[in-house]
């Protein structure tokens, strides 16, 4: 069961750990690594497996697991990019964004034999800002799951926006103005604003787009903005 440190304070997971050992560490390939012993675990930067479930493994004759590990609690920090989670009945996530970074840390309870997740912390360092430059016509931006604001400018009088690739579902990001060329928002891709053409038409404009779990980035609030 969980570790419990009291005399330097709290602490979870074994005594000098990553300095005389390495307890808790998750091979590369193992979708259902085993949590029996511990709370703390961690995923290497190599790691590139698609996390399944998490194991429990009972002592002989000493019960049924559901009843014998009710309640554990177990937390994971991630070392690199390539570790996802699959949700599933036994492994419940609460939004649908199963992709994680050098940093992030997500907490599970075990209860009725499935692993409910209580929280999640994503390494704040990674958020950015990016801007780019609409080439006239139409145009798309890429965008990180980590992406929250996004200046956009043009070479033109006429820059439309239609589409954003990348991100996660319920990411949001706003949209704003970085030059004088007037930006234009259109539904003709995977964006929707309500109206076929929004236009950012003043240089605090800000529109704020959602992407919902259609793939779509729907429009969700702005202002300095006009149809």
């Not at 560490?25 to 193992?30: A, E, H, I, P, R």
């Not at 780019?132 to 931006?141: A, H, M, N, Q, Y």
């Not at 950012?200 to 959602?210: A, F, P």
């Amino acid at each position: 069961m969980p570790d419990f440190r009291i005399k330097y304070g709290k602490a979870v997971g074994p005594l000098n750990n990553f300095y005389a050992r390495t307890d808790g560490t998750f091979s590369d390939t193992d979708t259902t690594p085993d949590v029996t012993n511990g709370c703390l675990f961690y995923t290497l930067a190599t790691n590139t497996a698609t996390i399944t479930n998490f194991d429990l493994a009972a002592t002989a004759g000493a019960g049924n697991a559901a009843g014998l590990f009710e309640g554990k609690e177990i937390r994971l920090v991630f070392g690199g990019s390539g570790t996802t989670l699959a949700p599933s009945a036994r492994l419940l996530l609460t939004n649908t964004d199963s992709l994680f970074d050098t940093g992030d840390v997500i907490n599970f309870m075990y209860h009725t034999s499935a692993w409910y997740e209580t929280s999640r912390a994503n390494d704040q360092s990674q958020y950015s800002n990016i801007t780019d430059v609409l080439e006239g016509g139409s145009d798309g931006i890429t965008v990180t799951r980590y992406t929250k604001n996004v200046g956009l400018s043009g070479v033109s009088a006429a820059n439309v926006l239609k589409s954003i690739s990348g991100g996660a579902t319920f990411q949001s990001v706003n949209l704003y103005k970085t030059g004088s060329n007037p930006i234009s928002v259109s539904t003709s891709g995977n964006i929707y604003t309500g109206s076929d053409v929004m236009a950012i038409n003043e240089s605090t404009g800000i529109l704020t787009l959602v992407k919902h779990p259609g793939g779509k980035w729907c429009a969700s609030h702005g202002f300095g903005i006009a149809p």
